[in-house]
């Protein structure tokens, strides 16, 4: 087991719309990960998200607006900073992710000086399916970052992520709400700023609801998007951790 | 009447309007410059009709009118992306205040039910304090 407390680990869940698959989730990280910190990031959903979080007895954060994904997150890294947590996860509300695979995260968090664990889906374990362009965008994205980070990425676009305090003292105040920005440009980011970026591979499970897009046309825009991201964020002034960080 | 008279007199009014949306200050002044300059060009171009005339065998363009209408372009052009930035900035604050606000509600919830088991760490570690949860920024 991790030497992390998993008192100290904060779970962030940005939910939208997430009723259907929420209370599995809940019911499966208190099963697997008990006593670990638990926050749903209701980002203004119009359904039963919100009350079924508040009814497990986790904490809830309800947005007043719809943020995306990345708000939802910058709004969880805000929360653990504040409440001292040392680490933060990103898990999907959606079943994605296996709360089960969380605790390989975290140790390989556990690595001195890593700041950002990425639970990778091509890395040899599960069998995540995913064709065509839409692939080539994440592999060309994964190269890339690669190079970025100094760190041999394989899925640099999976949302299932650790993070360490310098990490979380960086992304509570710098963590982008744009379109693929919380993946790729997040990453850019924290390397740039001096994060370690490393990856473990992960089992992903099917979405709940909805699959991934294959159509062609949408992965190509996926791929300009993408591009157009990366692009920009690379150009981006750089900023330092220890500019922002609050010890 | 002159088409410049007609110029000049439409600017007057375009003056007087951005004045009194100034004063009921439902315009800002950051805002306002851009427009009242645009209205001196135009009203030293009506007066001084010679001047276009001018500029534009300068810069080398045939017609002036089509110069007029160029520069036009690029004044709107400049307007929209000062827009655009203004519009990005608020989109940042305000996805800040709606983070805040989400934060605050789950600080007032917790006050209000007075408990804190979904609080493992706040009694955890005790160099934490509740207080901490707050000020920061």
């Known amino acids: 087991m991790p030497s992390t407390s998993l008192e100290r680990v904060l779970l962030v869940l940005p939910a939208w719309n997430e009723q259907d698959a929420l209370p599995g989730v809940l019911d499966e990280i208190r099963e697997t990960l008990p006593g670990v910190g638990v926050l749903v990031v209701n980002d203004c959903s119009s359904d039963r998200t919100s009350a079924i979080a508040h009814a497990a007895g986790v904490q809830v954060l309800d947005l007043p607006l719809n943020l995306g994904v990345g708000g939802a997150m910058r709004a969880g890294y805000h929360f653990a900073r504040d409440h001292g947590y040392d680490v933060a996860v990103q898990l999907d509300a959606d079943g994605q992710h296996d709360p089960a695979e969380v605790p390989l995260l975290l140790e390989a968090l556990d690595a001195k000086g890593v700041d950002v664990v990425i639970g990778a889906r091509f890395a040899g374990r599960g069998e995540y399916d995913v064709r065509g362009p839409r ?29 360490g305090p310098r990490a979380i003292a960086l992304y509570a105040v710098d963590y982008p709400a744009e379109y693929l920005g919380d993946t790729i440009e997040s990453l850019v980011i924290g390397a740039r700023a001096g994060l370690v970026v490393t990856q473990v591979g992960v089992r992903m499970r099917p979405r709940a609801g909805g699959n991934a897009s294959h159509n062609p046309l949408k992965s190509l825009i996926f791929l300009v998007r993408a591009v157009v991201a990366l692009v920009i964020a690379l150009t981006r002034p750089k900023m330092s951790v220890h500019d922002r960080a609050v010890s | 009447m002159t088409g410049y008279g007609f110029a000049l007199a439409l600017v007057g009014v375009v003056l007087l309007t951005i004045i009194q949306l100034l004063r009921t200050r439902r315009l800002r002044e950051k805002y306002a410059t851009a427009w009242i300059a645009v209205a001196f060009v135009v009203v030293v171009i009506g007066v001084f009709p010679d001047l276009l005339f001018a500029l534009a065998s300068l810069v080398g363009v045939q017609t002036p009118l089509n110069l007029l209408f160029a520069l036009g372009g690029v004044v709107l052009l400049v307007v929209c992306i000062q827009f655009s930035v203004e519009i990005t900035s608020l989109e940042a604050e305000t996805r800040t205040l709606a983070e805040e606000v989400a934060l605050l509600r789950h600080d007032v919830r917790r006050l209000q039910t007075g408990t804190d088991r979904a609080e493992p760490t706040a009694h955890a570690d005790p160099s934490r304090a509740e207080g901490t949860d707050a000020g920061e920024s």
């Open chain 1, 135 to 163: 692939r080539w965008a994440m592999r060309l994205m994964s190269w890339v970052l690669s190079r970025i980070t100094g760190a041999s990425l394989t899925d640099a676009t999976s949302g299932f992520k650790a993070c």
